[in-house]
């Protein structure tokens, strides 16, 4: 199976740059082991069950917790489909398969 997470989380009560914190939770998503793609409004992150993928999202969020965040935004998404792997990099090539190379 092949569970596609895509999150972005940050604190809303620590100012208005978000980069300090926002490393801290790619440094955890990072230190897991699975394949991501960090993009500028979101990482993507791909699992092999829906508990690893859950369980990524708690560990960022105690991240933030640890270092005193009150008040935590996130955006998660899910897209899990039985029988394939590789997605992350599986559905670019799809897409460039029938146009070419697409801006990275």
């Given at each position: 199976?092949?569970?596609?997470?895509?999150?972005?989380?940050?604190?809303?009560d620590?100012?208005?740059?978000?980069?300090?914190?926002?490393?801290?939770?790619?440094?955890?998503?990072?230190?897991?082991?699975y394949?991501?793609?960090?993009?500028?409004?979101?990482?993507?992150?791909?699992?092999?069950?829906?508990?690893?993928?859950?369980?990524?999202?708690?560990?960022?969020y105690?991240?933030?917790?640890?270092?005193?965040?009150?008040?935590?935004?996130?955006?998660?998404?899910?897209?899990?489909?039985?029988?394939?792997?590789?997605?992350?990099?599986?559905?670019?090539?799809?897409?460039?398969?029938?146009?070419?190379?697409?801006?990275?």
């Open positions: 199976m092949s569970v596609l997470l895509e999150m972005a989380m940050f604190p809303t620590h100012g208005e740059s978000k980069s300090e914190h926002v490393a801290q939770v790619i440094k955890v998503i990072r230190d897991c082991g394949p991501y793609q960090l993009t500028p409004m979101a990482t993507i992150i791909e699992t092999e069950q829906i508990s690893e993928a859950l369980e990524i999202v708690q560990k960022c105690d991240v933030l917790d640890s270092l005193d965040c009150n008040r935590v935004y996130s955006t998660i998404k899910f897209d899990i489909r039985k029988g394939y792997k590789n997605r992350l990099t599986g559905k670019v090539k799809s897409i460039e398969n029938k146009i070419g190379e697409v801006s990275k």
